[in-house]
């Protein structure tokens, strides 16, 4: 089975409830993990929003989470990410920061990468430099897609 990444909250494509919103409840929502194969050291998760590039000049990052365990199947809602290590956002704070689109709906992806070992790599790892540190030990990696209207 190959890796993939689902939520009991929303349907890949599908709009992401309200209440995960960052002016809302703030939290993540639950997503569930399937497939990480045998030889997976460690997953990375990051959340962006591709479509912020024309309101803030860039992809805004939403969530930088990286040496989770391999046999996670759960990450449940309002995660307090136990054991893995969170990078900054682009709110300037750590772990999840929801969805806040200013203009328009925008599309947010939730990138899984099941890696072939654990990251050392700076606390101040943001999503950018985590692809980077990722990119030749990635041995699957999943996307769900969630929409957000302001």
Known sequence: ????????????G????????YTERNVNPPLEVHGVPPTAQSL?????????VEPAGKVWDHWVVWNVAPDVQQIPE??????AVEGPNDYGERGYGGPNPPDREHTYR??????DRTLDVSPETNAETLRQAIDDYVLEEATLRGTYAP
């Open 44 to 52: 990375a998760l990051i959340v962006d929003d591709p479509d912020a």
């Open 78 to 83: 309002d995660w307090d990410a136990e054991g």
């Open 14 to 21: 599908e709009p992401i409830p309200e209440e995960y919103g």
């Open 110 to 115: 939730f990138e899984l990468y099941a890696l």
């Open 1 to 12: 089975m190959a890796l993939s990444l689902t939520s009991s909250a929303f349907d890949d």
